[in-house]
């Protein structure tokens, strides 16, 4: 029986890579699986379960927290997300994100200063620079 | 001249600095080994929907994404990546001064910056230098993890579909070897895919449920995870500096061991003849 090869993937780390006989995986319009030369689709994924037919009855399952099944008619491959994805979810990792930015700010007084931070990087430098012409005297 | 017990206590100091440089070294080697491994468990994720974007990009679909669109540019987001802790040589300052040349260059043409920092040095030096920080993230870790990730750099991508900025920098320290680590700049967004090899075929996906989601999506982690990509990166050359930086400093500190010693021994040797001396010139006198 034909096989496909299947990739499943994290931002973090590699997951699963090797042959199938037929991906079912979570789509968002509902579970699709996938057979070997199966025509390229590519769609979002729901939190759940990727489920591979490994052939004599074996199966392997892995659970993804959403992501994205694409589909080409010899490669799978999902790239699954690690963490719980939601619009609403992101939203608030947003605006926590900026109201730290606010926070770290609540002191910061004068506008940018392109030349006096490029002054102080320069003396920077000089002092390093200095210091290693010491250490070789 | 110092006396001996001034010196024989400045190499008690010295040695114990030595000790301390020495361990942070070790630690640094075994850490930067992991982080190394990490930044290459991300490149199956990164390589697969990159592949993905560049497809997508070339193919013609009815819907065009922001993403892909190029804008005349009036403001600039920069998502600048630096360390949380000091002691890595000039790891940051190099990256601040490849940050500051763009910032300049934007500058002179008028256009305004937004940046989102990553790390306590970047949030440290944007807010000095009084650049505008719209999201920052701090403590990062020797693991970071992308939902660290998401939040500060939705906060762009939605100015950036509201018009606010007409396009993205990451700024970051590339992992080139233990010994050399290069900072450098890339465009996010507008995504500049790169040349599918595959499109000679014409070919184009079925999108469930319609191309605007699917793209939506796609784009959004693909930024995401070279932002990711990044950060894990610069974890490894943070290791890496800081491991040279402690081996320098631990030779530095053995160099002025043997100097502080061979005062000591001086001051001795000076002492003992002085006192010879002493004798021998009170038995003549005698």
């Not at chain 2, 999201?135 to 500060?152: N, Y």
């Amino acid at each position: 029986m034909a096989t496909i090869q299947v990739d499943i993937v994290s931002a973090e780390e590699q997951i699963f890579s090797g042959e199938a006989h037929m991906v079912y995986a979570p789509a968002v319009m509902g579970e699709i699986g996938v057979a070997p030369r199966h025509t390229p689709l590519i769609s979002p994924l729901k939190p759940g379960e990727v489920r591979l037919d490994m052939g004599d009855g074996k199966e392997e399952f892995f659970f993804i927290s959403g992501g994205i099944i694409e589909v080409q008619p010899h490669l799978v491959t999902v790239l699954s997300d690690t963490a719980i994805r939601a619009h609403d979810l992101d939203e608030a990792a947003a605006l926590e994100a900026q109201k730290r930015a606010e926070d770290a700010l609540a002191d910061q007084q004068s506008d940018l200063d392109v030349a006096k931070a490029k002054a102080e990087l320069a003396a920077a430098a000089a002092q390093v620079a200095a210091i290693k012409k010491l250490k070789k005297k | 001249m110092a006396g001996g017990k001034e010196i024989k206590t400045k190499i008690a100091s010295v040695q114990n600095t030595q000790k301390i440089t020495a361990a942070m070294e070790m630690v640094a080697a075994s850490k930067m080994r992991k982080a190394q491994d990490q930044m290459f468990a991300t490149r199956p994720y990164a390589d697969r929907i990159a592949k993905v974007v560049s497809h997508v990009a070339s193919s013609n679909t009815e819907y065009q994404h922001p993403f892909l669109i190029e804008r005349e540019l009036k403001r600039a987001g920069i998502v600048a990546v630096a360390t949380d802790r000091g002691l890595c040589g000039g790891l940051n300052t190099n990256m601040f001064k490849k940050a500051l040349n763009h910032i300049g260059e934007l500058d002179e043409k008028g256009i305004e910056i937004e940046v989102v920092t990553f790390g306590n040095k970047a949030q440290g030096f944007f807010k000095r230098i009084g650049a505008k920080i719209v999201a920052t993230a701090t403590h990062l870790g020797d693991t970071p993890e992308i939902a660290q990730v998401i939040g500060p750099v939705q906060t762009l991508l939605k100015a950036y579909m509201a018009g606010e900025i007409d396009a993205i920098y990451l700024i970051g320290n590339e992992f080139v070897n233990t010994m050399t680590q290069a900072p450098k700049m890339v465009r996010l967004v507008p995504v500049e895919p790169a040349p599918d090899e595959n499109y000679a075929h014409h070919w184009d996906y079925i999108y469930e449920p319609g191309s605007k989601e699917v793209l939506d999506q796609v784009l959004e982690r693909y930024i995401e995870s070279l932002v990711y990509q990044a950060i894990v990166e610069n974890v490894a050359c943070e290791m890496a500096a800081r491991m040279i930086a402690m081996k320098n400093a631990t030779e530095n500190a053995g160099a002025m061991i043997d100097e502080l010693n061979l005062i000591y021994n001086r001051e001795r040797q000076a002492g003992i003849t002085q006192e010879i001396s002493e004798i021998v010139g009170g038995a003549a006198a005698v």
